[in-house]
């Protein structure tokens, strides 16, 4: 019988993450690659992949980077296949690439909708796609993380953020993740949901300037917004053979925001 450090560790697996070069993507390689696992981070930015890379391997974790923006279709099969070159197969992938907007409903811009569906949905199903059919399908085992959000849970309260299409964007993430565990079970592939409440990063900087991360703590039931290592032990969870049987499900990380 195998212990829990055992169950847990990453020794031996590959990981592709996007949106991996800042916040929470570069917290979730990180995470992976102390459990032992090789990771493969894109971005759009070389240069933040280089910083990614740099610090990645400072923590004695093997990391590669590959330069790519998901919200153009053509982009997915070299992501893949640059991957594959660095890491041989793709054991664990994490998508996480996302994008957000702010308007009002009624004066949402078509082209803005457009951009973050186009990211925050169909990238995910393309490479999550191209990465079943190139190395997880046919090996039979793989393990899928897709990061939701809480926004994807419920509304938004009258007079806070206006982000109809993130929402309704993160709310798919949820059900892709459901229907597709459900499909892919047969072939070994655990596939799961994280979904962040607030965190500081670049994507959230603009609601947390406005509402004040002060009052967003202080309607947290564990009066504090998301650290640097508070995605760290539900990814692995999810990455690990410690969450083998566990799949279809989104996992609210919080502090309790989705459960009052």
Known sequence: MRTTQDLFSLKGKTALVTGGSRGLGLQMALALGEQGAKVVISARKQAELDEAVATLREHGIEAHAIAADLGREEAVEPLVDGAMAHLGQIDILINNAGATWGAAAEEYPVEAWDKVMNLNVRSIFLLSQAVGR?????????????????????????????????????????????????????????????????????????????????????????HRLGGDEDLKGAVVLFASDAGRHITGQTLAVDGGVSAV
Do not use: C, D, Q
């Open 134 to 222: 190139k190395s997880m399908i046919p090996r039979r085992t793989g393990r899928i993380i897709n990061i939701a959000s809480i926004a994807g849970m419920a509304g938004n309260a009258p007079g806070t953020m206006k982000t109809i299409a993130y929402n309704t964007s993160k709310a798919a993430v949820i059900n892709f993740t459901r229907t597709l565990a459900g499909e892919w079970g047969e072939y070994g592939i655990n596939v799961n949901a994280l979904a962040p409440g607030f965190f500081p990063s670049k994507m959230s900087a603009g609601v947390l300037k406005s509402i004040g991360e002060e009052k967003l703590a202080a309607e947290t039931p564990l």
